[in-house]
């Protein structure tokens, strides 16, 4: 599409000649016809060198913009680059219709322009909504709901009575609704207590490949609206995560667990069962975190601990062998005072 138009789609200005865009690249990779984006000062060189026809910068690097290069000028070029990767982006997959090999249960509902492809599976009584795409080796379990507009990849499972809102993302291999882990104790051994609840996901969630989130024990493990999580996450029965949280690649998070609305847990990061992060939390990777923490907080270390007193023992932990050493040369010195004091 012509610049203009990629502008006007975004609300952008744009300095320099109207020219065709045809796709989207780096500053280093991209060449005539591409637009490219200058995201951090670091990569100011290669933004002065670039080929791409045109560039997405903010107003500080605008006069750094190659000489004849077309430039977009923008308060948030972050958001502004995702808007006009957007414009550019081709949707996966190449089917649209029902596929005469996807297995589609007599009491299933399926609306207006769902696309099937082929092997995947809708059990009875699941409803699929509207303009909603499901990829081959999807499995969707009895009574389960999927809104509007969803995607679900491939061999991405719904096991029964699974709630997606709109415009839902399901990556490949991700479980939503698998049994909760748990187990009375008996002389005889484990006894599993049956769970009998059920996954809700709300609207605009993004969950990546190779997730897992169980049913609860009783009612249900909830993820709110707008929420993004990563692949590789564990998400226990009856967490209930608030609305645009963002959960990053192998987090894992024990049973009854809240979270709060923004909360921010980076990779790795464990938390306890029963414990309550308030809206706003952010955790740093590898953390431990295994009591509540007040809305706002910023919390690292395992056991985590207040933002402030994570930074100072990370400052520490490089000096301990040091410190160790002193320690010890204090220690002979003191025993050595403290024998030539005995003689006396």
């Not at 077309?70 to 680059?81: G, I, R, T």
């Not at 995560?241 to 959960?247: D, E, F, K, S």
């Not at 979270?259 to 431990?288: E, F, H, K, M, P």
Request: glycine share 12%.
């Amino acid at each position: 599409m012509l610049l203009s138009e990629v502008a006007g789609k975004v609300g952008l200005t744009f300095s320099g000649h109207d020219l065709e865009i045809r796709g989207v690249n780096t500053l280093v990779s991209a060449g005539e016809g591409d637009i490219a984006p200058l995201l951090s000062p670091k990569h100011l060189r290669e933004f002065v060198a670039t080929r791409a026809s045109a560039v997405l910068c903010d107003a500080a690097h605008a006069d750094a913009a190659p000489a004849g290069r077309a430039c977009l000028v923008s308060a948030n070029p972050k958001l502004d680059w995702a808007r006009i990767v957007t414009l550019f982006a081709k949707p996966q997959g190449c089917l649209t219709g029902v596929s005469s090999q996807a297995f589609v249960h007599a009491e299933a509902e399926l609306g207006e322009g769902v696309t099937l492809y082929p092997f995947a599976f809708i059990g009875a009584r699941a409803r699929i909504g509207r303009n909603s795409t499901i990829f081959p080796g999807v499995y969707v379990g009895e009574d389960c709901v999927v809104g509007e507009n969803a995607t679900l990849y491939p061999n991405s499972v719904l096991m029964a009575g699974t709630i997606l809102g709109d415009r839902v993302t399901i990556h490949a291999g991700t479980v939503l609704g698998s049994d909760g882990y748990g187990y009375a104790q008996s002389p005889a051994g484990h006894v599993k207590i049956p769970q009998v609840g059920h996954v809700e996901i709300g609207d605009d969630v993004e969950i990546g490949a190779n997730a897992a989130i169980d049913r609860a024990a009783l009612e249900a493990t909830r993820v709110g609206a707008g929420t993004k999580i990563d692949n590789l996450v564990q998400i226990a029965h009856n967490v209930q995560v608030g609305r645009h949280c963002l959960i990053i690649s192998q987090v894992g998070v024990a049973g009854s667990t809240k979270l709060g609305n923004g909360v921010v847990l980076a990779g790795q990061a464990g938390l306890r069962d029963n414990i309550t992060l308030g809206d706003g939390v952010q955790v740093a990777a590898q953390s431990g975190v295994g009591q509540d923490l007040p809305a706002g907080s910023l919390a690292g270390g395992s056991p985590s601990m207040d933002a402030a007193t994570f930074l100072k023992v990370g400052l520490t932990l490089p000096k301990l062998p040091e410190l160790m050493r002193r320690v010890r040369r204090l220690e002979k010195a003191l025993e050595a005072v403290e024998k030539e004091a005995g003689r006396e």
